[in-house]
């Protein structure tokens, strides 16, 4: 057996020896074995100090091995679902002396990125996209006339998710070739929920399926061929086997797919066997595998749901997360004053795609288990459910991070917004969001909300603010209202005693000035004020408006402005196209108004790559010093035109 340069029995330099999935190939099972663990304690060593997607990566190691071991990739297509659980993939093609840039500006893309290898054939960082894209892959393969393999890897939160069952309703239709590796850890952010999830479980536990209906399948082989009657027999016997053994019927095989396990996701002599026995079956196969999420790392086995995705560095040893400390994050003030507002009002209910977690719902939970509902990644599912919700007279919140709002965009406007139902939206990451890059910016909510009719938005400037915008949309009657607000802490400001409802459509003059005028919402009203602080010491007096309601504007105060005269920035953390400044001049060409300078500040037309959240600010302008040297330019270009 051939072993890679550098590699010596019984010492860990293996992976040293792996550039490429050709390599991999040349090992024996028991190196295969070594290998694993190695790759762990890689992950485990670097991830600590990058952050990353630990706990979902650590589960698939062994089946990535076996997979490339078995395939030809990138003639073979692996199509990961979501990406994010692809690191020990990109381990495997080469990416490995690059793994202390993950998640970094320029570096290494904590998702399946395109650019970076051949062998990465699909992007994705929302769930639930793989099949679609087998099926896409596979059809497009049969008119080419190529032999190449499909394998799509899913997971078994992402079946929750409607375009994979879709997907798999097509498959079953087209009965091309491709293979659907379905990765049941019963996890995917959260612990899975819901019927098919149930349905996996007794699965689970009724191996004893699998083994009797080969020992019949063994059974009939062996018996002469005596005409189609015995053959028909026998396929009853085997339907009536699987309904006595798994009282709910083998649901894959229902689709019309060729189901194989579950098998131990760990054992790598099996994925191998079973690989390559699956090969030459014709027509799609499911192979379901059972993985633990965290493998190997005692502190992610125990929590996974924490340790899915760890945003900074960790102490490998002890597992403690180092965390900045300072003001609560706003989802925490989030989930903090919805306790309190429950508290007061019984309508009140909490809704989530798979995210109670992340969206600070936890809390809220405990306090009110009958209250919570998490219908697992299912965003279409969720705002048309909370739709019905307050059509009976409650009040849903449907907590959920921008990105994954952008899923559910037909029935926030067709079930919520034409039927101007009360759904209260808590729109989590809304703005720039850092490591997770292109999939995760929450910059396109602004726009894809704000020209719907009936929809009230608005961005808190602060924690207090926050709350209060919070209390207002509980108060709120007439319609669907939401509240944005971004992936960080606040800046530390008292809370009022009592919170405050803010009269809709209003805005609030922060800082005088005659100079010029920035309008700016969230994160960016601290910005305005430093900028409009530093051009005070120059003389300029710029006027730091917070202009919290996107929709409706405050047109009373964009008249007085354009009275006034003022030259204009308008400064916002999301697209430039559909934002509030394209809002602000939407408003200023229906008035009429003549002379009015307005300039955009925020995120122009492209996608923005993953960064620490204050590069992206850098990069796109955002920052204090960018937006003063904007103001000076715009006050001296004023001046001229006066004169």
């Keep these: 057996m051939d072993i890679p340069k550098g590699r010596k029995r019984g010492t860990d330099l293996l992976l040293e020896g792996i550039d490429g999935p050709s390599d991999l190939k040349k090992l024996d099972l028991a190196e295969l074995t070594l290998l694993a663990e190695e790759i762990r304690q890689f992950l485990i060593q670097n991830l600590s100090k990058t952050g990353g997607h630990l706990a979902p990566n650590l589960g698939v190691v062994e089946l990535t091995l076996a997979l490339h071991y078995v395939y030809e990739s990138p003639k073979d297509k692996f199509i990961f679902d979501v990406g994010h659980q692809a690191y020990v993939h990109k381990i495997l093609t080469g990416r490995k002396n690059r793994f202390d840039t993950l998640r970094q500006k320029n570096g290494l893309c904590g998702f399946v990125k395109r650019s970076e290898s051949e062998h990465d054939v699909w ?49 079953g239709h087209e009965q091309r070739n491709l293979t659907v590796i379905l990765n049941d850890n019963e996890m995917s952010i959260a612990p899975n929920v819901g019927a098919i999830h149930n349905y996996l479980g007794k699965i689970r536990s009724a191996r004893q399926y699998r083994k009797a209906k080969d020992e019949l399948e063994w059974l009939l082989r062996k018996v002469p061929a005596i005409g189609g009657k015995l053959a028909a027999t026998a396929e009853r016997v085997k339907d009536s086997l699987k309904h006595l053994l798994v009282p709910d019927g083998v649901l894959f095989e229902e689709f019309g797919l060729k189901y194989f396990g579950p098998i131990d996701g760990h054992d790598i002599q099996k994925l191998i066997e079973t690989f390559r026995q699956t090969d030459d079956v014709q027509g799609p196969v499911l192979i ?104 009976e007279g409650l009040k849903p919140v449907f907590a959920v991070y921008s990105t994954f709002l952008q899923r559910a965009y037909d029935q926030v406007v067709h079930d919520i917004c034409r039927q101007n139902l009360n759904v209260i939206f808590a729109i989590d990451r809304a703005g720039f969001v850092g490591a997770d890059g292109e999939t995760h910016q ?187 040297a904007r103001l000076r330019t715009m006050t001296m270009r004023q001046r001229q035109r006066a004169t």
């Design 123 to 171: 992007e994705a960082g929302h769930s639930s996209t793989s099949l679609s894209a087998a099926i896409g892959m596979a059809i497009a393969r049969d008119l080419r006339g190529d032999d190449n393999k499909i394998i799509a890897i899913i997971g078994d939160g992402a079946l929750t998710g409607g375009m994979a069952l879709e997907a798999l309703n097509h498959i």
């Design 288 to 391: 379901h595998v059972l993985t633990t999420k965290g493998k190997g790392y005692s502190p992610a086995e125990q929590d996974a749901h924490k340790w899915h995705g760890v945003t900074g560095s960790y102490k490998i040893e002890s597992g403690q997360v180092v965390k900045p400390v300072g003001p609560p994050m706003y989802t925490e003030v989030f989930g903090e004053t919805l306790i309190e507002l429950a508290a007061l009002d019984e309508r009140i209910v909490a809704v989530t795609p798979a995210m109670p977690g992340g969206s600070g719902l936890l809390g809220f939970a405990q306090k009110y288990p009958g209250r919570m509902f998490d219908v697992g990644i299912a965003e279409q599912h969720a705002a048309t459910m909370c739709a019905a919700i307050a059509l």
């Design 442 to 628: 929450g910059v396109y909510d602004i726009a894809f909300l704000r020209h719907i009719p009936n929809m009230v938005l608005m961005m808190p400037k602060d924690e207090n603010e926050l709350r209060n915008m919070l209390y207002t949309a509980v108060d709120y009657n007439d319609g669907p209202i939401a509240v944005r607000y971004p992936r960080e802490a606040g800046i530390g400001v008292a809370y009022d005693a009592v919170p405050q409802i803010i009269p809709i459509g209003t805005w609030e003059t922060l800082l005088p000035g005659d100079s010029a005028a920035i309008l700016a919402i969230g994160p960016m009203v601290r910005v305005a004020e430093e900028a409009a602080e530093l051009l005070k010491r120059e003389g300029l007096s710029v006027r730091v408006v917070n202009a919290r309601f996107v929709k409706p504007l405050d047109e009373d105060m964009l008249r007085q402005l354009g009275r006034e005269g003022l030259p204009m920035l308008v400064l916002e953390e999301g697209s430039e196209l559909g934002g509030l400044g394209s809002a602000v001049l939407e408003f200023y060409a229906r008035s009429g108004m003549r002379g009015v300078s307005v300039q955009l500040a925020g995120v122009p037309d492209h996608f923005v790559e993953h960064a620490t959240i204050k590069e992206q600010r850098q990069d796109h302008g955002l920052t204090a010093e960018h937006v003063a």
